[in-house]
DNA sequence: AATAAAGTTTAGGTAAATCTAAATAAATAA
DNA sequence: TTATTTATTTAGATTTACCTAAACTTTATT
């Protein structure tokens, strides 16, 4: 496998996340949204990226990877979601924490000591939030249904997931006190902003924008 | 504390390891040959490391840590050393792989995680090569006497450090079965090369060179 | 002390990864 | 279908960390 830059690391983690919600070809401007970056260097990394057979690229008509990115990406993905349970794990981080720390230590680039590390914790399956590991050979188990709360039709939920790994995001779930596995009651849909008001077993009820809801993954009870 | 690149923080490692190694002030070449790269690279970060307070330095006068830049030296050093401890303790490295690795890991700049790893390593004072941990607070033990190989005068030695982390010297003294502790019997001094023979317990002797003498610390025994 | 040798700095350049502003293509609306 | 809006690309700069080659200091040698 070819050598990567920490940049070029981020941009197939990326395109990989965007692909798998949905997009057929991801958009330069898309990226470059998710890599909190300008359109302008998308498209200079989209030529390097080319280059390198990672991704598929013709002028105006978007990204998609190659069999060899998508391997690139289960690889980074393996190594970020390994460091995660080891903060959480062994470092007691909590969940909300490790995100960023993860997102350092996932490009130390080492099959041994990746490999060593997930042997140390238990060859895990799934990270602390949920999503499933990608195995030495970049196979990864499918991730359990699951739905954004958005969507979601059933009143009562469990929380099985978290999308957007931002502390921002995971601090404001932390404080509401929802994490992986806890049990919401859907109160009320509001219409007009498609906020949703919840509730937590005995705790007095709270409202949720749109924007949080979309990224709170959660299945039928 | 400033926020410095990788770059950056490896100069500062360097300089002060050529300072400990005695250098009044540490020269352009000198800093160079450490870093494996060219003098007029060394004189270009010399003046923005100046700008950042982290180095004193006039042209053509060598170069020293500040106090602020000694202690940006010895939080890098705490962890690096530290994630050495955690790949031969945890993951089961051997001693001379682990350098290359924590080199890597040692530019993850965040003091909760690494007083986390201290914590749950139970806080070594030493790390696997036998030198010292700095603390949370930049104070580390004074290194063990030691004195290296090519300048020691008694025959029965043991060896306490190994101060080049070369993969390379470190493989070959894996090979020759000198590690942290080994007893060596010193069986004769050539002067022609200052090369050395030497023993190991009841294994045949073998010859090192002087350039491989002069990285093995050791005490008398 | 004069000169040669060694060490250091400057000047000017390169590659990676960004950026802004302008140009161009594609999608959408009138 | 033409015009407008939106998306994308190009052109040209910038910053960091390097480099080489030439100029300049310092140190060592004769």
Known sequence: MMNLTIAEENYIKSIYKLEEE?????STNALAGELETKPASVTDMAKKLKEKKLISYEKYQGINLTPDGKKAALNIIRRHRLWECFLVDKLSFSWEEV???AEELEHVRSEKLINRLSEFLGNPQIDPHGDPIPDAQGKMGKPRPQTPL?????????VVAVSDKSTALLEFLN???IRLGTQLDVIERYEFDNSIELKIRN??????SEQVSKNIMVKPI
Chains 1, 2 share one sequence.
């Open 150 to 158: 958005d969507k979601a039709r059933s009143k009562r939920l469990e």
């Open 203 to 208: 705790q007095p009820a709270f409202t949720i």
């Open 99 to 101: 995100h960023e720390l």
């Open 175 to 177: 404080a509401k006190g």
């Open 22 to 26: 949905g997009q057929e070809a991801v």
